[in-house]
């Protein structure tokens, strides 16, 4: 208050991001399912991003992140599922199981997920 700003009062909580990134990776399993007919190998990861975790990478990394992503996934229809509640969009790559998914909550809440290979099996 000492620059006597004043921006109201509301509840605050910390984010588990962790645990919400183990929501979207499952969800983004079922929906590879839902989609394509075929379950992700197990030798597949699904990586999760949001705004908040992304530009630790630095400014490189976010822009061909944007670049080959999510500029490409915006172009994309997105399937609602409950207006207003949740939606996505995806695109599969010329590699079977590898695709990006951007998941959508409440009209709000982004995050932009790839399937890909274990990069440790090979």
Do not use: C
């Amino acid at each position: 208050m000492k620059s006597g700003l004043y921006i109201g009062t509301r509840g605050a909580f910390k984010t588990d991001l962790g645990r919400i990134f183990r929501v979207v990776k499952r969800t983004v399993r079922g929906l590879f399912f839902h989609e394509t007919g075929q379950r992700l190998p197990s030798d597949y990861e699904v990586g999760v991003w949001s705004d908040e975790t992304i530009v630790e990478w630095g400014q490189e990394f976010v822009e061909e992140v944007k670049n080959n992503f999510v500029l490409p996934l915006m172009k994309v229809e997105p399937t609602i599922v409950g207006p207003s509640t949740f939606a996505y969009r995806y695109l599969r790559t010329e590699r079977q199981f590898a695709s990006a998914w951007l998941v959508t909550f409440y009209e709000r809440v982004s995050f932009l997920a790839l399937t890909l290979t274990d990069p440790t099996d090979h």
